[in-house]
Protein backbone atom coordinates (compact mmCIF):
# COMPACT_ATOMS: atom_id res chain seq x y z
CA UNK A 1 0.00 0.00 0.00
CA UNK A 2 1.16 3.40 -0.77
CA UNK A 3 0.28 6.67 0.53
CA UNK A 4 1.39 10.26 -0.44
CA UNK A 5 1.92 12.07 2.52
CA UNK A 6 2.69 16.05 3.13
CA UNK A 7 5.75 16.25 5.27
CA UNK A 8 9.03 17.86 5.86
CA UNK A 9 12.30 15.06 4.80
CA UNK A 10 13.24 13.41 8.11
CA UNK A 11 15.52 10.06 8.03
CA UNK A 12 17.19 8.01 10.75
CA UNK A 13 19.30 5.36 10.35
CA UNK A 14 19.97 1.66 11.85
CA UNK A 15 22.39 -0.80 11.63
CA UNK A 16 21.28 -1.78 8.18
CA UNK A 17 21.00 1.65 7.00
CA UNK A 18 23.10 4.30 8.62
CA UNK A 19 26.10 3.21 6.98
CA UNK A 20 23.90 3.89 3.84
CA UNK A 21 23.18 7.50 4.26
CA UNK A 22 24.28 9.78 1.59
CA UNK A 23 23.93 13.46 4.00
CA UNK A 24 24.93 14.23 7.29
CA UNK A 25 23.24 15.52 10.58
CA UNK A 26 20.66 12.79 10.58
CA UNK A 27 21.72 11.82 13.50
CA UNK A 28 20.16 15.17 15.51
CA UNK A 29 16.70 14.80 13.40
CA UNK A 30 15.19 13.34 16.38
CA UNK A 31 15.58 13.82 20.14
CA UNK A 32 16.44 11.29 22.14
CA UNK A 33 12.71 11.83 23.70
CA UNK A 34 11.38 11.24 20.50
CA UNK A 35 13.84 8.15 19.66
CA UNK A 36 12.45 6.78 23.32
CA UNK A 37 8.91 7.18 22.09
CA UNK A 38 9.19 5.29 18.69
CA UNK A 39 11.14 2.55 20.46
CA UNK A 40 8.42 2.18 22.98
CA UNK A 41 5.87 2.30 20.07
CA UNK A 42 7.52 -0.44 18.35
CA UNK A 43 8.33 -2.74 21.37
CA UNK A 44 4.51 -2.45 23.23
CA UNK A 45 3.07 -3.11 18.98
CA UNK A 46 4.88 -6.56 19.06
CA UNK A 47 4.66 -7.80 22.46
CA UNK A 48 0.62 -6.98 21.73
CA UNK A 49 0.57 -8.86 18.66
CA UNK A 50 3.39 -11.56 18.75
CA UNK A 51 4.22 -9.65 16.00
CA UNK A 52 7.52 -8.08 14.50
CA UNK A 53 7.03 -4.38 13.80
CA UNK A 54 9.73 -2.69 12.45
CA UNK A 55 10.12 0.92 11.25
CA UNK A 56 12.29 2.39 8.39
CA UNK A 57 12.40 6.37 7.68
CA UNK A 58 14.24 7.27 4.64
CA UNK A 59 14.42 7.61 1.10
CA UNK A 60 12.99 4.49 -0.53
CA UNK A 61 14.14 5.21 -3.92
CA UNK A 62 12.24 5.38 -7.32
CA UNK A 63 10.57 1.95 -6.72
CA UNK A 64 9.04 2.42 -3.02
CA UNK A 65 7.35 -0.32 -2.80
CA UNK A 66 9.97 -2.72 -4.38
CA UNK A 67 12.65 -1.15 -1.31
CA UNK A 68 10.11 -1.95 1.41
CA UNK A 69 9.45 -5.33 0.35
CA UNK A 70 13.26 -5.69 -0.14
CA UNK A 71 13.72 -4.06 3.66
CA UNK A 72 10.89 -6.32 5.21
CA UNK A 73 12.25 -9.73 3.55
CA UNK A 74 15.56 -8.29 4.76
CA UNK A 75 14.57 -8.94 8.33
CA UNK A 76 14.35 -11.81 10.54
CA UNK A 77 10.65 -14.58 10.35
CA UNK A 78 9.33 -12.01 7.40
CA UNK A 79 5.84 -14.06 7.82
CA UNK A 80 5.17 -12.32 11.45
CA UNK A 81 6.40 -9.37 10.59
CA UNK A 82 5.35 -5.96 9.82
CA UNK A 83 7.10 -2.68 8.61
CA UNK A 84 6.31 0.56 8.29
CA UNK A 85 8.75 2.37 5.85
CA UNK A 86 8.27 5.95 5.85
CA UNK A 87 9.76 8.13 3.60
CA UNK A 88 8.89 11.56 4.18
CA UNK A 89 10.76 13.33 1.31
CA UNK A 90 9.26 11.68 -1.32
CA UNK A 91 5.81 11.62 0.64
CA UNK A 92 5.40 8.22 0.77
CA UNK A 93 4.48 5.58 3.53
CA UNK A 94 4.38 1.87 2.84
CA UNK A 95 3.12 -0.79 4.96
CA UNK A 96 4.78 -4.26 4.19
CA UNK A 97 3.42 -7.48 5.84
CA UNK A 98 4.39 -10.96 6.10
CA UNK A 99 1.88 -13.56 4.94
CA UNK A 100 0.62 -14.44 9.10
CA UNK A 101 0.62 -10.78 9.45
CA UNK A 102 -1.53 -10.06 6.43
CA UNK A 103 -4.49 -12.63 8.00
CA UNK A 104 -4.15 -10.21 11.07
CA UNK A 105 -4.00 -6.83 9.46
CA UNK A 106 -6.12 -6.45 6.15
CA UNK A 107 -5.36 -3.80 3.76
CA UNK A 108 -8.54 -1.26 5.30
CA UNK A 109 -6.59 -1.28 8.43
CA UNK A 110 -3.82 -0.56 7.12
CA UNK A 111 -4.72 1.76 4.84
CA UNK A 112 -6.86 3.81 7.69
CA UNK A 113 -3.42 3.68 9.99
CA UNK A 114 -1.68 5.29 7.17
CA UNK A 115 -4.21 7.81 6.78
CA UNK A 116 -4.19 8.61 10.41
CA UNK A 117 -0.62 9.20 10.17
CA UNK A 118 -1.09 11.39 7.24
CA UNK A 119 -2.69 13.49 9.17
CA UNK A 120 -0.44 13.74 11.75
CA UNK A 121 2.09 14.34 9.11
CA UNK A 122 0.58 16.93 7.65
CA UNK A 123 0.38 18.75 10.85
CA UNK A 124 4.08 19.02 11.43
CA UNK A 125 4.48 15.93 13.90
CA UNK A 126 5.87 12.61 12.33
CA UNK A 127 6.59 10.84 15.53
CA UNK A 128 3.10 11.17 16.58
CA UNK A 129 1.87 9.96 13.47
CA UNK A 130 3.97 7.06 13.63
CA UNK A 131 3.51 5.97 17.14
CA UNK A 132 -0.73 6.33 16.62
CA UNK A 133 -0.08 4.55 13.16
CA UNK A 134 1.68 1.61 15.38
CA UNK A 135 -0.66 1.71 17.80
CA UNK A 136 -4.00 1.55 15.42
CA UNK A 137 -2.81 -1.43 13.44
CA UNK A 138 -1.15 -3.35 16.66
CA UNK A 139 -5.09 -2.88 18.19
CA UNK A 140 -6.39 -4.27 14.81
CA UNK A 141 -3.61 -7.03 14.50
CA UNK A 142 -5.00 -8.26 18.60
CA UNK A 143 -3.45 -10.37 20.31
CA UNK A 144 -2.17 -14.01 19.41
CA UNK A 145 -4.29 -16.71 19.35
CA UNK A 146 -2.19 -18.42 21.76
CA UNK A 147 -2.70 -15.97 24.30
CA UNK A 148 -6.50 -15.68 23.75
CA UNK A 149 -6.98 -19.47 24.64
CA UNK A 150 -4.65 -18.86 27.44
CA UNK A 151 -6.94 -16.76 29.06
Known sequence: MTRVLDADA???GT???APNRADEGYDNVFSYRELAR???ALTMSSRETGLRFTLWIGDLGPKTRI???E???RGGHPADSVLL???PGQRVIEVVTGASAARRLPDRACALAVLSMTN???AGDLVGGIVNGLRQLSDQA???RSSRAAH
Request: proline share 4%; charged share 25%.
Open 67 to 69: RAE
Open 15 to 17: VDT
Open 10 to 12: HDT
Open 38 to 40: LDE
Open 85 to 87: AVS
Open 142 to 144: GHP
Open 120 to 122: SFA
Open 71 to 73: LHA
